[in-house]
Structure formats: structure tokens, C-alpha cells
């Protein structure tokens, strides 16, 4: 059964899913196939990809073979919404490259679970903490002045001991 917390194509009209080869190879060697045949149903092949007027597509570097393959996919936008960090990985870099050599327009859309300022604050009114370390952020030093908590800094990769 699949967790409900994953989208499922079949709730979604025209929501279609694409297997390429190595994740099929995976996903069958892991004793998953029955992921495979239970998405049949909603299964688009690259030809149909090539076909389509219009699409909306997700895309991770993994896909580049079948983008490669498919020359009709032109002229797009790619929109990347990941870390702005995560970018210059080398595998990322590629995707945006060959992206950018079949016209498409490329455009950062940074989504993120992330809490804001004032959903910390509230958090950090709630909790009453006694220090406050700041983690996942480029604004370590805003700390000290948002909170009334004192604040420890870590530097990246020192360990710090609870107790």
C-alpha cells in the first residue's frame, strides 16, 4: 500500500509517471517491481513526452540520459526550487547545462520548510529554552538580537554534548 503521505497519480487528473531505465533496474533488483506495475496506470513514455504540446515536468539531474534522448523537449522554462547551495553540485550544473542548450529559460524558486522569524519566535516563547543554537541558516548572527535566550554557535561539523 502506498503512505498517504506521498502523492498518489491517480488522485490527480493528468498527472502522469515516468520510469526511466536505471530506476525501473532499481527499483526491481530492491524487490520493489510492484511499484512499477501498480503506477502502470499512469505511465508516460518518452515518446509521448516528445509528443505532448504542452508539460510540467519535475526533473532531478538522474533524468539527464532521457532528456538527452528526447530532442522535442525545447524552449521550456526550469524553474530550480531546491538549497541555492545544492546548485553547484556537479550533477545539478549538468541538468542546468543541458537545459540551457535546448533554449529553456532557467529561474531559481526557492521553496523551503523553513520557519520564518516570527514562527521562531514563537516557538522559542513556547519552549523557553535555556540557550539556542542555531542550525541550517545564513543568519546565525541575527539570533543574538531576536531572542532574549543565550545564543551558542556551532561551528559547521563541531559536536556539542547534551546533558
Known amino acids: 500500500a502506498h503512505r498517504p ?51 510540467a515536468m519535475l526533473a532531478r539531474p538522474s533524468l539527464i540520459p532521457m532528456i538527452a534522448a528526447t530532442p522535442e523537449l525545447s524552449a521550456g522554462t526550469y524553474c530550480y526550487s531546491l538549497w541555492r547551495g545544492y546548485r553547484d553540485e556537479p550533477t545539478t550544473q549538468r541538468l542546468i547545462r543541458v537545459l540551457s542548450s535546448r533554449g529553456f529559460a532557467i529561474h531559481d524558486l526557492h521553496v523551503s520548510g523553513h520557519a520564518d522569524p516570527e514562527t521562531l519566535r514563537q516557538t522559542v516563547r513556547r519552549l523557553q ?21 543565550p545564543v551558542r554557535r556551532l561551528a559547521d561539523g563541531e559536536c556539542w554534548e547534551v546533558g
Open 129 to 149: 529554552p535555556r540557550q539556542i543554537i542555531p542550525i541550517h541558516t545564513e543568519h546565525a548572527d541575527a539570533y543574538a538580537t531576536t531572542f532574549d535566550q
Open 5 to 55: 503521505s506521498i502523492p498518489h497519480p491517480g488522485r490527480f487528473p493528468g498527472i502522469a509517471v515516468i520510469f526511466p531505465r536505471r530506476l525501473t533496474d532499481r527499483l526491481v533488483r530492491s524487490d520493489h517491481a510492484d511499484l512499477v506495475w501498480r503506477m502502470r496506470p499512469w505511465k508516460i513514455t518518452r515518446e509521448e513526452i516528445a509528443a505532448a504540446r504542452r508539460i
